[in-house]
C-alpha cells in the first residue's frame, strides 16, 4: 500500500503521472530538465554509429583496421565508466544538481574536441572526454528524477529519462542523415551533441537540489520547501517523516566505515541491503547490454549494410526507423512499468529478445549461405590487378560466394544484370570501388546483397520493440530506486560502472566477433547471454513498483525469493509475491 491508498487497477500508472504533472507542472520540469542527461547519453551512443561511416573514408587507416573502428566506438564507453565510477561519489558529496552540471561541462568540451579533431587518435581522445560526461550524465539523471518524484508515479517519471535516451538516438540518426551532404559530414554530426549540454546547463541552474539528499545534509528547511512544491500540502509531513527515520537509520548503520570514497564503499559491501541491492541492480544493468543492444546502436548503419544494404545513406535511413521504434517502446513503458511492475516488464521483454535474436541468426545464416556466386568471368573485366588476391590463389574458385570474397578482406561488385546474379570478387581499394560504381554496379564491403535482407531489418525492428520497454527503461528505474538513501550514490555508481564495463566489452569485441563468428555467430552467442540474463533476473530482482524507497530497503532487508521458490504460509500460499 502507497500513501494515498491502492490505485484503482484499471488506470495505468502514466495517467496518473499525467493527472499529477498537470496539477504540478513543476514535476515534469525537473524531470525534463534532468533528463536532457539521457538526451545526451542517447545521442552520443547513436550518432558514432553514422559518423563511422564517413570517418572511414576520410581516414584510410580507420576503414582498413577493424580494431581501430571499435576503438573509436568504445572509448567513450571506456570514458564512461570512469565518469559512473567518480559520478557515485560526486553524487554522494557535492549533490545531484552539482554533478549533473560537471557532466554538462565535461561533454561539451569532448564534443568540440572531435569536432575539431585532426586525426583518429584526437577522436578517440575526444570520445573518452565526452564518454565522462555521459557516466556521470547516465546514473545521476535517474537518480535526481527519482529523488524529485513522488513515489506514486516514480517508475513514469524516471522513464522519461529513458525516453529522451531513445529520443537521443532518433535525432543523432536524424542528425547523422542531414548532413550526409555536408562539407565536413562527421564532424558536425559529432559537434551538434555539445547544444544539448548547453541548454540543460542552464535550465540545471534554476532548479533545485534533491530533496533527500538536503536532508541527509540537514538542511531540512530548504528539503520542506521543495518537498511542498512536489507533494500536496497534507503529504509533506508524512514525507518529511519518512525521510528522518530513513536518514536516522542510515546514520545509527554507519559506525566507523568512514564518509570517505573508500569508507562509503565498504560500508555500503558491508551492508546487507545494498549487497542485495547490488545483486540486483548490477544483473540488471550487465544483463541491459549483454543482449545485445548497443551493437545495435553503434553499429546499426553497418548491421543493415551485413544484411545487403550497400549505400551509406540507405543504411542509416533504415537505421532511423529502428531508432523510432527504440522510442515508441520506451513510451510503452512509461505508460505500463508502474502498472505491471519493473520485474515482470524485464522477464517478457527477455523472452522476446531471445526469440529475435535466434530467428535473426537464422535469417543472416541463409542470407551468407545463399549469397552470390563469384564469376570469375566477371572478375577478370576489371583487370588481373584488380581481382581480389585470395580469389586468385584460390585451388577452387567456383565454390566461392559474396561472402566467402568478404571474408578475405576484398569486395564484391554485383553485376549489371542484378545484384543476386555472380559477380566479380576484387581488391577493396578505391580506386577499384569508383571503377566499379562508374560501370554501375553496386559495391558491396560490409555484406552481400540477399533476397531476405529486408527481413533482417524487420526482425532488427522487433528485437527493439521488445527490447525497449522492459530492458530499455526498466534497470534504470529499478537503480534509481533499489538503494539506501546514504547509499544510493554509490550504489547507483557501481551498477553504472558496471554497466558501462559490459558495455565497453560488448562494443570493443562486436566487429571482431562478427569476423570470427559471422553475424549470425554473433547473434547467437547474444542470445545465450540473454538467456543466462533471464535466470538471473528470475532469482535475484524483486518487485519494487508503488514502494515507498523506505519499503524497498525492508523487502531487501527481509530478503527475496521468486514465488516458486517463497516459503509457503500455513494456507499453502508463497509469502513472497513477484
Known amino acids: 500500500m502507497v500513501e494515498g491508498g491502492a490505485h484503482p487497477s484499471s488506470k495505468t500508472e502514466f495517467t496518473e503521472c499525467w493527472r499529477t504533472t498537470w496539477k504540478t507542472p513543476y514535476i515534469m520540469r525537473l524531470a525534463l530538465s534532468a533528463g536532457i542527461g539521457g538526451l545526451l547519453f542517447g545521442y552520443d551512443t547513436g550518432v558514432i554509429s553514422g559518423a563511422l561511416l564517413y570517418i572511414r573514408e576520410d581516414f584510410r587507416e580507420v576503414d582498413r583496421k577493424t580494431w581501430l573502428q571499435e576503438t573509436i566506438v568504445s572509448m567513450a564507453v571506456a570514458g564512461a565508466i570512469i565518469g559512473a565510477a567518480f559520478g557515485g561519489w560526486m553524487n554522494d558529496a557535492l549533490g545531484r544538481k552539482k554533478s549533473i552540471l560537471i557532466a554538462d561541462v565535461v561533454f561539451f568540451v569532448g564534443a568540440i574536441v572531435m569536432a575539431v579533431a585532426p586525426a583518429p587518435w584526437v577522436i578517440i581522445i575526444g570520445r573518452i572526454i565526452v564518454g565522462v560526461g555521459v557516466g556521470m550524465a547516465s546514473m545521476t539523471a535517474p537518480l535526481y528524477i527519482s529523488e524529485a518524484s513522488p513515489h506514486r508515479i516514480r517508475g513514469a517519471l524516471v522513464s522519461t529519462n529513458g525516453m529522451l535516451i531513445t529520443g537521443g538516438q532518433f535525432l543523432s540518426y536524424l542528425i547523422n542523415l542531414a548532413f550526409t551532404k555536408a562539407p565536413g559530414t562527421w564532424r558536425w554530426m559529432l559537434g551538434v551533441a555539445g547544444l544539448p549540454a548547453v541548454v540543460q546547463f542552464i535550465l540545471m541552474l534554476s532548479l533545485p537540489e534533491s530533496p533527500r539528499w ?6 531540512v528547511d530548504e528539503a520542506r520547501a521543495i518537498l511542498a512544491k512536489i507533494y500536496p500540502a497534507e503529504e509533506v509531513d508524512d514525507e518529511l517523516k519518512a525521510l528522518h527515520e ?10 566507523t566505515a568512514g564518509n570517505g570514497m573508500f569508507g562509503k564503499l565498504k560500508g555500503a559491501l558491508s551492508n546487507t541491503v545494498v549487497r542485495r541491492g547490488l545483486y540486483a541492480g548490477i544483473t540488471v544493468q550487465v544483463a541491459q547490454q549483454f543482449v545485445g543492444i548497443n551493437t545495435v546502436m553503434y553499429y546499426s548503419p553497418t548491421i543493415v549494410q551485413f544484411a545487403g544494404f550497400a549505400s551509406n545513406q540507405t543504411a542509416m535511413a533504415l537505421s532511423l526507423i529502428t531508432s523510432g521504434l527504440n522510442v515508441v517502446g520506451t513510451l510503452i513503458s512509461m505508460c505500463f512499468v508502474d502498472r505491471y511492475g519493473r520485474r515482470r516488464l524485464m522477464i517478457i521483454s527477455m523472452f522476446g529478445i531471445i526469440t529475435c535474436l535466434v530467428v535473426l541468426a537464422g535469417v543472416f545464416y541463409y542470407a551468407a549461405a545463399n549469397s ?3 564469376s ?8 588481373n590487378n584488380s581481382t581480389c588476391p585470395a580469389y586468385g590463389s584460390a585451388s577452387n574458385p567456383a565454390s566461392w560466394n559474396c561472402m566467402t570474397c568478404l571474408k578475405q578482406d576484398c569486395a564484391f561488385c554485383s553485376s549489371k544484370v542484378k545484384d543476386l546474379a555472380p559477380g566479380a570478387c576484387l581488391a577493396a581499394h578505391d580506386n577499384i570501388r569508383d571503377s566499379c560504381r562508374e560501370d554501375r554496379r553496386t559495391w558491396y564491403s560490409k555484406g552481400c546483397p540477399s533476397k531476405i535482407g529486408i527481413f533482417a531489418v524487420i526482425l532488427l525492428g522487433l528485437y527493439i520493440i521488445m527490447y525497449a520497454p522492459g530492458m530499455g527503461t526498466v534497470p534504470w528505474i529499478v537503480n534509481s530506486e533499489i538503494y539506501p538513501l546514504r547509499y544510493r550514490g554509490i550504489g547507483g555508481g557501481i551498477a553504472a560502472v558496471s554497466n558501462w564495463t559490459a558495455n565497453l566489452i560488448v562494443s570493443e569485441t562486436y566487429l571482431t566477433l ?3 563468428l559471422g553475424s549470425a555467430g554473433t547473434f547467437l552467442l547474444f542470445a545465450g547471454f540473454s538467456l543466462i540474463g533471464l535466470i538471473f533476473i528470475y532469482f535475484l530482482v524483486p518487485e519494487t513498483k508503488g514502494m515507498q524507497f523506505e519499503e524497498v530497503e525492508k523487502l531487501l532487508q527481509k530478503g527475496f525469493k521468486p514465488k516458486l521458490f517463497a516459503p509457503k504460509d500455513t494456507k499453502g500460499k508463497a509469502k513472497v509475491e513477484e
Open 514 to 516: 562478427t569476423k570470427a
Open 376 to 383: 570469375n568471368l566477371e572478375s577478370a573485366r576489371f583487370g
Open 372 to 374: 552470390p556466386k563469384i
Open 246 to 255: 530513513s536518514v536516522e537509520f542510515e546514520k545509527a548503520e554507519e559506525g
Open 214 to 219: 538536503l536532508y541527509r545534509e540537514n538542511k
